[in-house]
């Protein structure tokens, strides 16, 4: 019997009795506290007939948040003119594949480009000025730094002879031939001995120069050192065993050292001269000065026109899809007024909205399972979130966070502006203790279950975690698995 029949029943019998109550009040009294005790034990075992009784095991645990959102490509512009003009050429039409760069739009530029022509012709011209003024001053100083260097090897490699270590040689002195080459004066010291076969003489250069010891060759000359010098050896080698001997760089016991020394004075005052006296007629006629700030203005002008053309040709931002073309060649088209569309077809992304009261749990990463109003429900597409807005976006009235999924696959039947329904999953745990929120009760901020031990019930307070999106609470501690939860009618 239900409860809703008890009732009738009770007021089917209260109305009967009506008549009686003023008759026979103590009958009636009695016929009443029958019927409403029946009523009460039906009650009571109706109640006990709802209770359930529930096992607790381990199982998954999953969150999951329930949002609309749109299909809307990654990237996706409408491109229009700073400038109004007439349209000299259409490079594309709609549903063209373009890449980046590539040339959708131009308008007449005819007179811009003589310009540009014009300033780049300057450019070139005033760079050759520029190479002129400055030229004359560099050729200055190549002609005198050359003339002071071939002053300087005469004067560091004429005349120079080897001076023996002692006096008691009976050999003639090694011949010192070639051009010094070095930028450091000072003394070469050289010494001959047999090499460890006892078969050659061997060089060993120190001092100014040291060097690994070298094979005296007795065809040609031998190197004294890196710098350009060579010895050769008037008598036979083997008479120079043993001996040690000195060059000096410069020879300043040559007679003709005195003479080299004027020379090579005379010519680093006169390449100082030289260049002052360039230096001083370029400072007057101020040619650099003025070749560097025409060349400048040259150089912006050309940079102004070129930024200016660029206006006049309009190009792909990025790889996508010709969605939208409103002129023709020989349309006026006014200026801030779009006239071409490219959209990114191969990556699509689904905006979304999610409630504030769900943005603690969503995360970049979070998959998520879709399905489009033009396919059904029956189709679902994988996709995962790509981003998460930081900043709020009001929508009627309430906070909202702008989120981006991304499409696991791209399918060909996926398109923009596609209705999409998402269901994405925040959260995904296997072995979790659960029981449903029903089965919660509180009393002063702690939280209870009742658990069946054998015939008896035991409250049991518990510690508690997230909620399913099943409706069913993780239990952190206090169950174990196995345990019996009564859960209330």
């Known amino acids: 019997m239900t409860i809703d029949t008890l009732i009738a029943l009770v007021a089917r019998t209260l109305k009967r009795s009506v008549a009686l109550i003023k008759t026979h ?250 260049i002052e006296t360039a230096q001083a007629t370029l400072a007057r006629r101020a040619q650099v000065g003025i070749a560097d700030a025409a060349l400048t203005s040259a150089q912006a002008e050309v940079e102004r026109l070129t930024a200016e053309l660029a206006k006049y040709t309009m190009s792909a931002p990025f790889t996508g899809t010709v969605t939208f073309m409103d002129v023709e060649e020989g349309d006026t088209v006014p200026a801030n007024t779009p006239v071409v569309s490219v959209m990114t077809v191969d990556k699509l992304l689904i905006e979304s909205f999610v409630p504030e009261i769900h943005i603690s749990s969503l995360a970049v990463g979070n998959t998520a399972k879709i399905t489009l109003d033009a396919y059904g429900e029956n189709q679902i597409f994988s996709a995962r979130v790509v981003a998460i807005d930081p900043a709020e976006t009001l929508r009627d009235g309430v906070s909202t966070y702008r989120a981006h999924l991304s499409f696991d696959t791209l399918d060909p039947r996926i398109r923009p502006g596609m209705t999409a329904n998402i269901v994405i999953t925040t959260d995904r745990r296997e072995g979790v203790l659960s029981v449903p929120v029903g089965a919660i009760t509180r009393e002063q901020g702690q939280a209870f279950v009742t658990v069946l031990e054998g015939k008896k019930r035991e409250k049991r307070a518990v510690i508690l975690g997230a909620v399913s999106s099943l409706g069913e609470i993780e239990i952190i501690s206090g169950l174990m698995a196995g345990d019996m939860v009564v859960l209330a009618p």
Not at 34 to 51: D, M, P, R
Not at 86 to 112: C, I, Q
Not at 165 to 187: H, K, N, S
Not at 218 to 231: S, V
Request: with cysteine.
């Open 25 to 274: 009040v103590i009958i009636s009294v009695i016929l009443c506290s029958v019927v409403i005790g029946g009523v009460a034990y039906q009650l009571f075992i109706s109640n006990k007939e709802a209770e359930v009784i529930r096992t607790v095991h381990p199982k998954s645990f999953v969150q999951e948040i329930s949002v609309s959102g749109r299909v809307e490509a990654q990237n996706d512009v409408e491109m229009s003119f700073e400038n109004s003009g007439r349209v000299a050429n259409v490079f594309v039409k709609v549903g063209d594949t373009v890449e980046e760069g590539d040339k959708l739009v131009a308008l007449s530029s005819g007179t811009l480009r003589a310009q540009l022509l014009a300033a780049q012709a300057e450019v070139i011209s005033r760079e050759n000025e520029r190479a002129n003024s400055v030229v004359n001053l560099d050729e200055v100083r190549n002609q005198e730094n050359t003339k002071v260097q071939s002053a300087y090897t005469a004067l560091l490699s004429t005349n120079l002879t080897a001076t023996p270590q002692t006096d008691t040689y009976g050999v003639t002195a090694p011949v010192i031939t070639g051009l010094y080459a070095g930028a450091q004066e000072g003394t070469y010291k050289f010494r001959l001995r047999t090499t460890g076969t006892g078969s050659n003489l061997e060089l060993l250069v120190f001092d100014l120069e040291t060097t690994e010891p070298l094979v005296v060759s007795e065809t040609k000359p031998t190197a004294l050192g890196t710098k350009g010098l060579f010895l050769t050896f008037p008598d036979d080698l083997t008479s120079y065993q043993d001996t040690t001997w000195f060059v000096d760089i410069p020879n300043i016991k040559s007679s003709s050292y005195a003479d080299l020394r004027a020379t090579y004075d005379e010519a680093l005052r006169a390449r100082a001269v030289a």
